[in-house]
């Protein structure tokens, strides 16, 4: 994904974006760096400012009009970093560059499943009530961000948590991986008993209630 060879403002962009040297950052747009140069690996500037959690750099490239969406060589681009990282600063510092949440990674999915599988509680709830994203996104793998917290996580207070997190905003208890193996069969067989609990309460609501899947 590389571009164009890298000027020497391209390469010291770059560097300052790695280092978090906002005053670097400045001289190097100056110096007529392109805030979408390009690394050997198809990296932005703003991509590894948001691997570095460099938020400050991060907001003075996006003004710059850096791209947000713009992705490498393994299809990581800075938003989807986020969901990696677990960055709510970072979150907010890409969002007036408009992200596109519906654009994937390598494996299919969108920056909640990754945030979901990690941990990432503070990232999950910002990403959920800061956006529209797909809470119901399906990846490659055939999971939800639902399914990751329960067979990626650990089952303790942050998975717990993040479960609930999604289940409050809409997540579909009943959809089931790509072996017809549900959530909450997931967490059973896991021993989670507390979030397999959350499971089934969401499961009994959404039949109640007309929304559940029925397939």
């Keep these: 994904m590389a571009a164009r060879p890298l000027s020497p403002a391209d390469q010291a962009l770059l560097d300052a974006a790695d280092r978090g040297d906002l005053d670097a950052v400045r001289a190097a747009l100056a110096a007529g760096a392109e805030a979408g140069a390009r690394d050997a690996q198809g990296r932005t500037p703003l991509l ?32 989807l970093v986020t969901g ?3 960055s709510v600063p970072m979150l907010r510092a890409l969002l007036p560059g408009g992200p596109d949440l519906t654009r994937r990674n390598r494996y299919g999915g969108v920056s909640v499943i990754p945030a979901a ?4 509680v503070a990232y999950v709830r910002a990403v959920l009530t800061e956006t529209a994203i797909d809470v119901d996104h399906v990846n490659d793998l055939g999971w939800t961000a639902l399914l990751e917290a329960v067979l990626l996580g650990d089952g303790g207070p942050a998975h717990r948590e993040i479960v609930d997190l999604l289940l409050a ?16 069969a997931h967490a059973e067989r896991r021993g989670f008993r507390g979030i397999a609990e959350a499971l089934r309460t969401a499961e009994a609501g959404a039949a109640s209630d007309g929304t559940g899947s029925t397939g």
């Design 117 to 120: 599988e990690r941990g990432h």
């Design 169 to 184: 905003h809409g997540a579909d208890p009943h959809l089931p991986d790509a072996d017809g193996v549900t959530a909450r």
């Design 48 to 79: 590894r400012a948001a691997f570095a959690d460099r938020v400050a750099v991060a907001r003075l490239l996006v003004e710059a009009g850096a791209d947000v969406n713009a992705q490498d060589a393994q299809l990581n681009s800075p938003w």
């Design 84 to 86: 990696i990282t677990g």
